[in-house]
């Protein structure tokens, strides 16, 4: 049962973020860096603190009374997560959103997963999984053939992109943009630095596992705290807000867009309204994966699940507003195809955490 409802709150962090940005697209008037800076003082600022209050008493005492190293390399692993996510624009540019995206996302799925596991197999922490288990179990042998599905997966919704953008490209400017070369070096340094929030998950951890025990002298018996990552999430998001803040005002100034913030001509308040709900549905796929983590552990299977859910989300998402029409029917099976896959490995990694629960 415990399983089930992990898979549960991560499938519904994965809709949030596979699902944010279409409020965006009801922005009017403003420029790309105006309504992602206003989107994301929700998603960075305003919102996490939120959370936090309303499930976490106190949570700030547990913030001011934390070591400085602690705070220091969460925040930090936050920087590099908010530089993984400007570094994804460009390599969605250079090839497109569909490989681009599918290139990104696995990419930050695997480091991720994996990464913490290697680490911790050499510097081993209580409740932490390490490559040894994974190799080494029955349940953790289940997830890494989960995750090599997911990678199958994610390969094949990247081919039926890339004949979708050559079936679709209507000049030589669009062809010209498709820079291979640089754009998978990009999909690489931003896959890398994406997976960075987990990372900084790991290193708040013991913020979190201030916040579980707090409640559970409160509630004994009654199991893990379902939000204890929620402290966390304040600190890690301070790092993401302060590298798209610096990169949002730069562009402000560069493009001289400044003026949308007062602007006469667009619709100031509606567009604030959008932004809020894109801000505020995207922070809650941490939320969510907060809630997954507290039923499965902050181990690979959790970080694939959330992963795989957002490219599941995002590639049903792009079916349902016919972002595939015109193509053939090859291309289309190819994609369906990917999703398959991707639905199939969520359930093979779900059935490994039953096998170790």
Known sequence: MQAILGVLFHFIGGFASGSFYIPYKKVKGWSWETYWLIGGLFSWLIIPPLAAWLTIPDFTRIIRDADASTLTITYFFGLLWGIGGLTYGLGVRYLGVSLGSSIILGLCMVFGALIPAIYYQYYPGQGKDT????????????????????????IWCGKAGMQKEK??????????????GIGLLVSIISGILSACFNFGLEA????????????????????????????????????????????????NYRNKTFGDYTSTVAPVAK??????????????????????ESKLGNGPSSWILHMAFIILVANAWGLLLREWKGVTPSTKRNVVLGICLIILSVL???????LRN
């Open 131 to 154: 490559v040894g288990m994974l190799i080494g179990t029955a349940w953790g042998k289940t997830i890494l053939v989960g995750l090599f599905i997911c990678i199958l997966g994610i």
């Open 167 to 180: 079936q679709l490209s209507a000049s030589d400017s669009a062809s010209q943009e498709f820079r291979f």
């Open 204 to 251: 708040g951890k013991p913020l979190a596992a201030e916040a579980n025990e707090l409640w559970k002298n409160l509630h004994p018996g009654e199991g893990e705290f379902l939000f204890q990552n929620n402290v966390t999430y304040v600190v890690v998001l301070w790092g993401g807000l302060t590298t798209n803040l610096i990169w949002c005002i730069y562009l």
């Open 271 to 292: 567009n604030t309204l959008f932004c809020a709900l894109a801000g505020t549905t995207w922070f809650l796929q941490f939320f969510f994966y907060g809630m997954g």
């Open 348 to 354: 093979t990694v779900g059935y490994g955490n039953s």
